[in-house]
T-cell receptor, first 115, second 115 residues
Framework: DAGVIQSPRHEVTEMGQEVTLRCKPI?????LFWYRQTMMRGLELLIY????????DSGMPEDRFSAKMPNASFSTLKIQPSEPRDSAVYFC?????????????FGNGTRLTVT | AQSVTQLGSHVSVSEGALVLLRCNYS??????LFWYVQYPNQGLQLLLK??????LVKGINGFEAEFKKSETSFHLTKPSAHMSDAAEYFC?????????????FGQGTILTVHP
């Protein structure tokens, strides 16, 4: 199994630009989560999907952030326009329900720097 | 709402010494609890999980954790530290007792191992 795959690994952009982060979950997993990690706030859940449907987006900071999951094997997190305070590591994770307590499987993250 | 407190943002031990990383949780329902490890520039990897089957949980790399309901604790231990254990460790609790991976994370504890 290839695990959760995120791209790009690093992204540097200027304030005001649009940024799109991509995620391919583990095949067969029905839950997908987007987390953000910063020194100040630690790991924060932004949004999660079940069977491609957004279930809870209460962690999305503001309207500049949006996430989609057009199919079971692909999700995007978009920031438009980006701001320096969005600089963080963004993690995608997936899990499989229905088999007891399912752990999260994380990707290696995308380190975003907004200048 | 669930919450996790990790006591000590940095822990330093000598190689061969006991490792003890502390975690206390707050949950309104019987919790599922997890420990994850994060190596530099990588995503989080599951060390072990508590799912109410047994209070002493054994994980990978010689780590174990004990669930103590009366103390609302889930401390992580390893009898003898190895240099390769140097990493950041996160305790997490499932939100609302969910089993599919919606987790609240602690702030993390950085473990340093000295030769």
């Amino acid at each position: 199994d290839a695990g959760v795959i995120q791209s790009p690994r690093h992204e540097v952009t200027e304030m005001g630009q649009e940024v799109t982060l991509r995620c391919k979950p583990i095949s067969g997993h029905d839950y997908l989560f987007w987390y953000r990690q910063t020194m100040m706030r630690g790991l924060e859940l932004l949004i999660y999907f079940n069977n491609n449907v957004p279930i809870d987006d209460s962690g999305m900071p503001e309207d500049r952030f949006s996430a989609k999951m057009p199919n079971a094997s692909f999700s995007t997190l978009k920031i438009q326009p980006s701001e320096p305070r969005d600089s963080a590591v963004y993690f995608c994770a997936s899990s499989l329900s229905g088999q007891g307590v399912s752990p999260l499987h994380f990707g290696n993250g995308t380190r975003l720097t907004v200048t | 709402a669930q919450s996790v407190t990790q006591l000590g943002s940095h822990v330093s031990v000598s190689e061969g010494a006991l490792v003890l990383l502390r975690c206390n949780y707050s949950s309104s329902v019987p919790p599922y609890l997890f420990w994850y490890v994060q190596y530099p520039n990588q995503g989080l990897q599951l060390l072990l999980k508590y799912t109410s089957a047994a209070t002493l949980v054994k994980g990978i790399n010689g780590f174990e954790a004990e669930f103590k309901k009366s103390e609302t604790s889930f401390h992580l231990t390893k009898p003898s530290a190895h240099m390769s254990d140097a990493a950041e460790y996160f305790c997490a609790v499932s939100e609302g007792g969910t089993s599919y991976g919606k987790l609240t994370f602690g702030q993390g504890t950085i473990l340093t191992v000295h030769p």
